[in-house]
């Protein structure tokens, strides 16, 4: 029966010249762009991203601290001048005459 003799034997396809050739440098180039776009990656853009990171964490910190200096202050001078009222001569605990003399309406 030769029609099952075919059957049963390998079919073997040929991969022309051209084709392997065509795949090769195909695979070639697309593992050189891909090489390439990494290492751009990589090296080029990562150091600006973290600078950049880097520079607005910087203003952002400025800012937050400028914000917090400006709230505080006000309540830092109260509680300088109450020390200075305490740590003053003129001020006695016993005598609060002179304590409501301080705070009297004009």
Do not use: C
């Not at 740590?87 to 605990?93: A, E, G």
């Amino acid at each position: 029966m030769p029609g099952q003799q075919s059957k049963n034997q390998p079919k073997t396809t040929f991969i022309s010249l051209r084709q392997s050739m065509f795949r090769r440098f195909g695979l070639l180039v697309a593992a050189s762009m891909a090489l390439f776009t990494l290492g751009y990656l990589l090296f080029g853009l990562r150091p600006i991203i973290l600078a950049t990171a880097e520079l607005q964490f910087k203003a952002t910190t400025n800012e937050v601290e400028s914000s917090l200096l400006s709230l505080f202050a006000p309540v830092e001078n109260l509680i300088g001048m109450a020390r200075d009222w305490i740590q003053s001569p003129d001020f006695d605990l016993n005598h609060p005459d002179q304590f409501n003399r301080i705070f009297q309406p004009i």
